[in-house]
């Protein structure tokens, strides 16, 4: 589906990465982001927006209609107050990028949604903490960081009964993938636990009131070409920023044209 030109506008934070230039020799540093993001919400009906790294205006959501997070490195350990481990990497600038975003998205009231490290960003920016490894960390028979396609279906899910995924996921119990190696130590303050692994792991949050905001730590944008589950939680997060957008052009004043 392509997106018509009055779809949602859904800003997607860039990140970097290297493109192979073979008759230079060497990388060309590149701001990007993966092809099934875009492709996951251009089929709910979306335009997504990248936003590269740097200085931000701030009136971003005056205009733009939703915020995607998603996955990526981990977060800087002294975000939430804890020493470096040695398993973590991060980029200081996308977190700068990505928290500004998120900051600014909850005082503008749009809807949030986080994919793996954006759930991770979202609970920190609720004030919880992280496993920075969960293998060292965490231990359990369930293996979370996962070698394989990224569309494995690795563990099962289950959803909270009268969650607002539930209601999205239209079930209780599914399988997903899994892409990371942190997690969810201690929720955020506002936030309730939608989700979880079979060893309990936090895998969905969301805020209980307020405008759409839900963090799920699989990855549906993987998922959602061969599992409906997947593709509804793009088709649900695009229709609250279609909301959105038509609510602020409902707020728009009339213009008179002089015939």
């Not at 490195?73 to 928290?99: K, M, N, T, V």
């Not at 490894?133 to 960081?145: A, G, I, K, N």
């Not at 279609?242 to 004043?253: E, F, G, N, V």
Request: proline share 8%; hydrophobic share 40%.
């Amino acid at each position: 589906m392509v997106a018509e030109p009055s779809s949602p506008v859904i800003l997607v934070p860039a990140h970097t990465g290297q493109r192979d230039d073979p008759g230079l020799g060497q990388g060309i540093p590149i701001q990007m982001m993966n092809q099934t993001y875009i492709s996951a919400l251009q089929e709910a009906g979306a335009t997504p927006l990248l936003v590269p790294l740097g200085a931000l205006r701030p009136n971003l959501f005056d205009w733009a209609d939703g915020l995607l997070l998603p996955g990526g490195d981990d977060i800087e350990p002294s975000r939430y107050g804890a020493a470096s481990h040695p398993a973590s990497r991060w980029d200081r600038r996308l977190d700068d990028l990505e928290f500004q975003l998120t900051k600014w998205a909850l005082e503008a009231e749009v809807p949030i949604l986080g994919v793996c490290r954006g759930l991770q960003v979202l609970n920190v920016a609720f004030g919880g903490t992280l496993y920075q490894d969960l293998p060292s960390q965490r231990p359990s028979e369930l293996e979370h960081p996962r070698h394989g396609p990224r569309d494995q279906l690795a563990h099962s899910l289950q959803v909270s009964p009268g969650s607002r995924l539930h209601d999205i996921l239209q079930g209780q119990a599914f399988l997903v993938n899994s892409l990371h190696h942190q997690g969810v130590e201690r929720l955020g303050s506002g936030l309730t636990v939608s989700a979880t692994s079979e060893d309990g792991l936090v895998e969905g949050l969301e805020t209980t009131s307020g405008p759409f905001l839900v963090g799920v730590q699989f990855h549906p944008e993987e998922l959602a070409p061969n599992h409906d589950f997947a593709k509804r939680i793009f088709t649900a997060f695009v229709g609250e920023c279609a909301q959105t957008r038509s609510d602020k052009l409902a707020r728009l004043p009339e213009v008179a044209v002089a015939t």
